[in-house]
C-alpha cells in the first residue's frame, strides 16, 4: 500500500515541508511508506469485514513486544450495532462508532494474571502497584498500534477512540470487564468510504521531538510558531476550523473543565480495581 512515488514526498506531507532530512534517505522500505501515509479516518463503510480479518488483527496485535512477557491486556471486538450506538453515545456521540463494522476495545488486563495467582494460592500483591497498570496500559497500546498498522496494511482505515474514557465505567458494564480490567480506548476499523478526504497530517518538526545526547529545548517556541503557521496552511486545505496547533492544544489542557470527565480517572480506575499503590 503505497500512497507515496518516494520517501521525499512521503517526509514532505507528514512535516509540512518542514523537512528533517535534506535529501531523499539513503534507507527506506514499504513498511516506512505505510507508517507515514497514516491518517485517521472517520468516514467508514459499515461493508462488513471479511471473517478472516479479526484473527488475523489479533495475531498481529499478539506479535508486539510486552514487558516482561507479561501480555497484560485483552481486546473486546465488537460488530453489534445496538452495542456499538450505545458505545458511541458514551463516547461524545461520535458517528464513526457505530458506522464502522468493527471496534476493538483494548484493555489494561491485570484480572488474568490475579486469577492465576488466586487459583495457584500465590501472592499477586504487586498487581496493586501503579507500575503494573502502567505495564498494561503500555502493553495494550503497542498491541492496538500493531493491529491498526496491520489493519492499513490491507487498505482498511482506522480511528482511535479516547473518549471512551469519559465514561470508563459504564464502558465496563457494558462489555462485562471483571474486576482489575480497564478500557484504554477503542480503535474504529473498516472500509475507507470513497468520500473521505482525509489527508496526512502534519506533525512537529523533528527538532521539537528528538534530542540529541540530553534533552534540549532550546529553539523549542521558534519550531512551534513554524508548525503553527504550516498547520494553519493545512487546515485551510482540508476545510477545517482556523486554529493554531497551540490555541488549539492549550484549549484541551485549560483544565478539568476541557477533560469530557476525564478528571475524575484516577477514581475510575480505582473503582474498576486498580488500587495504584
Ligand atoms: C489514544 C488515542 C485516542 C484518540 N481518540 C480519538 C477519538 O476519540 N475520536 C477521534 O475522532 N479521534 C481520536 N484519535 C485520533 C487523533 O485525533 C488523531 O490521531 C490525531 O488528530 C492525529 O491525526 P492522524 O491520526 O490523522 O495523523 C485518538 C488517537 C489516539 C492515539
Same mark, same amino acid.
Given at each position: 500500500?503505497?500512497?507515496?512515488?518516494?520517501?521525499?514526498?512521503?517526509?514532505?506531507?507528514?512535516?509540512?515541508?518542514?523537512?528533517?532530512?535534506?535529501?531523499?534517505?539513503?534507507?527506506?522500505?514499504?513498511?516506512?511508506?505505510?507508517?507515514?501515509?497514516?491518517?485517521?479516518?472517520?468516514?467508514?463503510?459499515?461493508?462488513? +469485514?471479511?471473517?478472516?480479518? /479479526?484473527?488475523?488483527?489479533?495475531?498481529?496485535?499478539?506479535?508486539?513486544?510486552?514487558?516482561?512477557?507479561?501480555?497484560?491486556?485483552?481486546?473486546?471486538?465488537?460488530?453489534?450495532?445496538?452495542?456499538?450506538?450505545?458505545?458511541?453515545?458514551?463516547?461524545?456521540?461520535?458517528?464513526?462508532?457505530?458506522?464502522?463494522?468493527?471496534? +476493538?476495545?483494548? /484493555?489494561?488486563?491485570?484480572?488474568?494474571?490475579?486469577?492465576?495467582?488466586?487459583?495457584?494460592?500465590?501472592?499477586?500483591?504487586?498487581?496493586?502497584?501503579?507500575?503494573?497498570?502502567?505495564?498494561?496500559?503500555?502493553?495494550?497500546?503497542?498491541?492496538?498500534?500493531?493491529?491498526?498498522? *496491520?489493519?492499513?496494511?490491507?487498505?482498511?482505515?482506522?480511528?482511535?477512540?479516547?473518549?471512551? &474514557?469519559?465514561?470508563?465505567?459504564?464502558?465496563?458494564?457494558? +462489555?462485562?470487564?471483571?474486576?482489575?480490567?480497564?478500557? =484504554?480506548?477503542?480503535?474504529?476499523?473498516?472500509? =475507507?468510504?470513497?468520500?473521505?478526504?482525509?489527508?496526512?497530517?502534519?506533525?512537529?518538526?523533528?527538532?521539537?521531538?528528538?534530542?540529541?545526547?540530553?534533552?534540549?529545548?532550546?529553539?523549542?517556541?521558534?519550531? =512551534? *510558531?513554524?508548525?503553527?503557521?504550516?498547520?494553519?496552511?493545512?487546515?485551510?486545505?482540508?476545510?477545517?476550523?482556523?486554529?493554531?496547533?497551540?490555541?488549539?492544544?492549550?484549549?484541551?489542557?485549560?483544565?478539568? *473543565?476541557?477533560?469530557?470527565?476525564?478528571?475524575?480517572?484516577?477514581?475510575?480506575?480505582?473503582? +474498576?480495581?486498580?488500587?495504584? &499503590?
Amino acid at each position: 500500500m503505497s500512497s507515496y512515488p518516494d520517501p521525499i514526498q512521503a517526509l514532505r506531507a507528514r512535516y509540512a515541508g518542514d523537512m528533517p532530512l535534506e535529501r531523499a534517505p539513503r534507507t527506506w522500505s514499504p513498511a516506512l511508506d505505510l507508517l507515514l501515509s497514516h491518517r485517521s479516518v472517520r468516514d467508514l463503510t459499515g461493508e462488513p +469485514l471479511d471473517a478472516d480479518l /479479526l484473527p488475523t488483527l489479533v495475531a498481529a496485535a499478539q506479535s508486539a513486544s510486552t514487558s516482561s512477557g507479561l501480555q497484560t491486556w485483552s481486546v473486546v471486538a465488537v460488530e453489534d450495532s445496538a452495542r456499538k450506538t450505545r458505545l458511541a453515545a458514551l463516547a461524545g456521540g461520535q458517528r464513526h462508532i457505530v458506522e464502522a463494522p468493527l471496534i +476493538l476495545v483494548w /484493555l489494561a488486563d491485570l484480572a488474568r494474571l490475579h486469577g492465576m495467582g488466586e487459583r495457584g494460592a500465590k501472592p499477586t500483591e504487586a498487581l496493586d502497584y501503579t507500575e503494573a497498570f502502567l505495564v498494561a496500559c503500555i502493553d495494550a497500546a503497542l498491541a492496538a498500534q500493531n493491529a491498526a498498522v *496491520a489493519a492499513e496494511s490491507l487498505g482498511l482505515g482506522v480511528v482511535y477512540i479516547g473518549a471512551l &474514557r469519559n465514561h470508563p465505567e459504564t464502558v465496563a458494564a457494558e +462489555l462485562k470487564l471483571p474486576a482489575r480490567v480497564f478500557p =484504554i480506548f477503542g480503535l474504529c476499523v473498516g472500509r =475507507i468510504d470513497e468520500s473521505c478526504e482525509a489527508a496526512v497530517k502534519p506533525r512537529l518538526p523533528q527538532d521539537v521531538v528528538l534530542h540529541r545526547e540530553a534533552y534540549d529545548a532550546e529553539g523549542v517556541a521558534a519550531s =512551534i *510558531a513554524r508548525y503553527d503557521e504550516a498547520t494553519l496552511a493545512f487546515k485551510a486545505q482540508q476545510k477545517m476550523p482556523l486554529q493554531t496547533w497551540s490555541a488549539q492544544m492549550l484549549g484541551r489542557m485549560a483544565g478539568p *473543565a476541557s477533560m469530557s470527565g476525564r478528571d475524575r480517572l484516577k477514581d475510575a480506575i480505582r473503582a +474498576l480495581g486498580f488500587p495504584l &499503590r
